[in-house]
């Protein structure tokens, strides 16, 4: 009855996923490209059912041990006209409260919960993956191979595994740079209190975390190819808000000069089946709904929590449990896929005109019309929650 589960990505989805799966008793081995575990990582809002499961775990007290401070978040113009400010507890009165924390942070909650009941192998990757009648032999870049019942690959959103064993997919290039940065300097800034301003093709967030610690995050429409981006990321930022207000400028430059700074081009993975044979595909590896739908962490853990879910539900036909897996997941990942291209046309608004629609209507909407934007959207059905599938197995 129990299986040997090989999860290949150590990130939020895989260590979710070894979390409830060691839960029901089956043998784990996890492995990751990166040389050792690491607590490094940028700011993400865990939202909804994400916070939901995360207590279903336990793991409340730690992940909000791990947390930052959330009170109120302002929406502005660059001329820092407020558009609309919006208060976290009143906005998520009637579903979980959002949890501001780093990705670092919440690795490291799920990392903690798991180390000891699992084994885990750092800068191991897979090297070929071949089937058996009832097994997949996996042959690792260490050069030990296992045979295991199914292979989670959670390997992020350029998976190499994925690019190798899945065809039928489709890695979307969502021309949208994101920029992540954490600075420790003294701000004045009111902790908990955040900024984010809306503009022609960009947004910037700037989080004052801590009395000495504040971070920026930013998105900003691009077509450029990621090399371009690697190599000329400082320029960009800099040039992309080369206009705005002298101390927006002097927090940019003190980021780049003494703070932790990333930029990536963001992509949205579009895969119509989840499943190949004994793999199958979890996380950003599977369905990346880009971090402009809000929700990246949450539905990665809900992802992890329905596969083993059905695993459960199926335990003599690990097929079948990855197939209900991928039936129930595929509207979820479309609504929030489109939910992340909504939010790019809106707060990336791409002309003069689009902004100025788009503020008018932000600034004039009551606090029922603001609750219903931001998390409307963000919610599940009763039956998704409940992983009740309502079509048949494709």
Do not use: W
């Amino acid at each position: 009855m129990k299986k040997h589960i090989l999860i290949s990505g150590a990130g939020i989805a895989g260590l979710t996923a070894a979390n409830f799966l060691a839960k029901q008793g089956h043998n784990i081995t996890v492995i990751d490209r990166s040389p050792s575990f690491s607590k490094a990582g940028f700011l993400i809002s865990l939202k909804s059912f994400g916070v939901k499961i995360m207590d279903e775990l336990g793991l409340t007290q730690n992940l909000q041990a791990e947390s930052s401070p959330s009170e109120t978040v302002h929406f502005v113009e660059t001329n820092e006209q407020i558009i609309q400010s919006i208060e976290y507890d009143k906005m998520h009165e009637n579903i979980e409260r959002s949890v501001l924390i780093t990705r670092g942070g919440l690795h490291y909650v799920l990392y903690e919960a798991i180390k000891n009941d699992v084994n885990i192998f750092f800068d191991t990757t897979i090297s070929q993956l071949e089937d058996k009648s009832d097994k997949t032999k996996v042959t690792l870049s260490n050069g030990s191979s296992i045979d295991v019942d199914l292979v989670i690959v959670s390997e992020g959103l350029r998976s190499p595994t994925r690019e190798r064993y899945f065809t039928n997919y489709q890695l979307e290039d969502f021309n949208t740079l994101y920029v992540g940065g954490k600075l420790k300097q003294n701000h004045g800034k009111q902790v908990g209190v955040f900024k984010v301003y809306i503009d022609v093709n960009k947004m910037l967030s700037i989080y004052p975390l801590a009395e000495e610690e504040i971070a920026i995050q930013c998105y900003i429409r691009s077509s450029e190819d990621i090399g371009y981006i690697k190599n000329n990321a400082s320029s960009i930022l800099k040039g992309t808000f080369a206009d705005y207000n002298p101390e927006v400028k002097q927090l940019l430059e003190n980021l780049l000069d003494d703070g932790l700074f990333f930029m990536d081009k963001m992509g949205m993975v579009n895969a119509p089946n989840l499943r190949n044979g004994r793999l199958v595909l979890l996380g950003d590896a599977g369905y990346c709904p880009t971090a402009l739908s809000g929700m990246g962490a949450s539905l990665s853990i809900y992802g992890a929590k329905a596969l083993a879910h059905y695993i459960a539900e199926y335990p003599d036909d690990i097929l079948t449990a990855c197939d209900s897996y991928n039936t129930l997941m595929q509207p979820i990942v479309e609504k929030f896929q489109t939910n992340a291209k909504n939010n790019a046309a809106s707060f990336l608004p791409k002309s003069e005109a689009d902004l100025e629609k788009f503020v008018n209507g932000f600034r004039a909407a009551d606090d029922k019309a603001v609750q219903k934007i931001m998390t409307e959207p963000i919610v599940l059905t009763k039956d998704q929650e409940n992983f009740i599938l309502n079509c048949k197995l494709k």
